[in-house]
């Protein structure tokens, strides 16, 4: 159990110096109480204290990576129990079920790292394969996890309750980081020693969370860190509350047994694809580290990864992308200006349309704080003046032989402030849908 604020607050310097990010010794010692600052942040804690409040400022539930390369998932970490409350800051990872006497092992894996989707500039894909051995042997389980690794960048989890069969596969991967699935109460005391040779993750699976106490706490006293926990729950209501108890217990009851990320199966939750996307999508949202499905097929695993992104945006901070000057299809003096907001989706969208249109030309993207153009201009921050101030200083005008800019549409009330900012130029009025923009860019003239 960890330290109350009050606790923490004996151990500080008490100088209120600031230098933390508060302003008050009392304030840091609550917020490290909380999970929500780390001990590193204050430079004068002694070592003696340091030492007694390790516990305290770990994290309410460890973060850890998962795997290797561009796959790597990082987990844990979170410090809330509601997106709105802050925000979830590791994305949970996507696997699909791979069994290492399938024969269609390399074309699987070819497939499932092919799914890759560019969204708002990020890019969308499953990171994980979950490789059951079912032979029970070392040599096909290692061979099949080679495979997936020679023909894809996916990380895997190595699914084998047998120790003397994981042990030489774990050895053999390590360098791969791969998540060791899992330690029971039958086989505790060897996957402990395989974790802690290879520095791999271990999965935990207990038959309930008091199981999964017990199995952690021996784990942590043995001296491994780095734990996943699998309920045991295998129905959709068992694994709903669970996963709730789970959190709750770590956040506030700050329970170190269970501050953990999770592994949660889809795929036992639904007997089609379809069945287990459902589950999978409430999964989300509520908590899971990672989540396996049976199959991963892009009708499922593309919605879920939208899902992902939109749960793991942080609310209080609109997605953005730097203001200024975006050259797109090589433009010249004589090419066409057009200027919108810095609200990534709207960034993304007329920049797809204008690439699209094969028109050279200038995109002016003028900082609104990441809101979209309608809601910039009733905030006040898409408007003629400062639009022409933001032009006058970004350079466009030394680039540009003609005065003339394109606003979107929808901010049409706003040409004749522009002009008065602007003076000589001509303010033209776009289009109001960005799928407009490439029928209006072709009629350009300088
Ligand atoms: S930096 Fe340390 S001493 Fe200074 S206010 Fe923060 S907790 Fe107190």
Known sequence: MGLTGIQIYKLLPKTNCGECGVPTCLAFAMNLAAGKAELDSCPYVSEEAR??????????IRPLTVGYGDTA???????????????????????????????????????????????????????LVFLKCESG?????????????????????????????????????????PLLYAATNANADKMCAIAGETGCPLAVRGVD????????NELTEAGLKDLVIDSGAR????????????????????????????????????????????AAAMLVPKYAGLIVLDDLQPESIFPLLVERLNIYTDPQRPMTVTPGIYEINNPDEKSP??????????????????????????LLIMDTEGLSVLTAWAAGKF????????MKKCGIIEKVSHKKVIIPGYAASIAGDLEEELVDWEVLIG????AALPAYLKEWKA
């Open 137 to 177: 042997d070392a040599t096909t389980f290692e061979k099949a996890a080679r495979t997936v690794v020679d023909n894809s960048d996916l990380s895997l989890i190595l699914a084998c309750e047998a120790p003397e069969v994981l042990a030489p596969v774990a050895k053999a991967l390590a360098d791969k980081h």
């Open 209 to 216: 969370l008091e199981e999964v106490m017990e199995l952690t």
């Open 51 to 60: 030492e007694q409040l390790a516990e305290a400022s770990a994290p309410p």
């Open 431 to 434: 289009p109001r849908e960005a």
């Open 383 to 390: 408007v003629g003046d400062a639009i022409g101030i933001f």
């Open 73 to 127: 998932v990082k987990i844990g970490g979170e410090t809330v129990l509601f997106r709105h409350e802050k925000t979830f800051y590791n994305p949970c990872g996507f696997a699909g079920v791979i069994r290492d006497t399938d024969e269609d092992i390399a074309e699987k894996a070819k497939r499932w790292a092919g799914y890759q989707w560019e969204r708002v500039g990020l890019n969308l894909r499953p990171e």
């Open 337 to 362: 200006v057009c200027v919108t907001s810095n609200f990534s989706l709207t960034y993304f969208i007329v920049t797809g349309e204008i690439e699209a249109s094969r028109v050279p030309t200038w």
């Open 235 to 278: 129905d959709l209501p068992g694994v709903f509350q669970d996963q709730v108890a789970i959190r709750r217990a770590a956040l506030l009851e700050q329970n170190r047994a269970l501050g953990f990320p999770t592994i949660c199966f889809a795929n036992s939750l639904g007997e089609t694809l379809a069945e287990q996307t459902a």
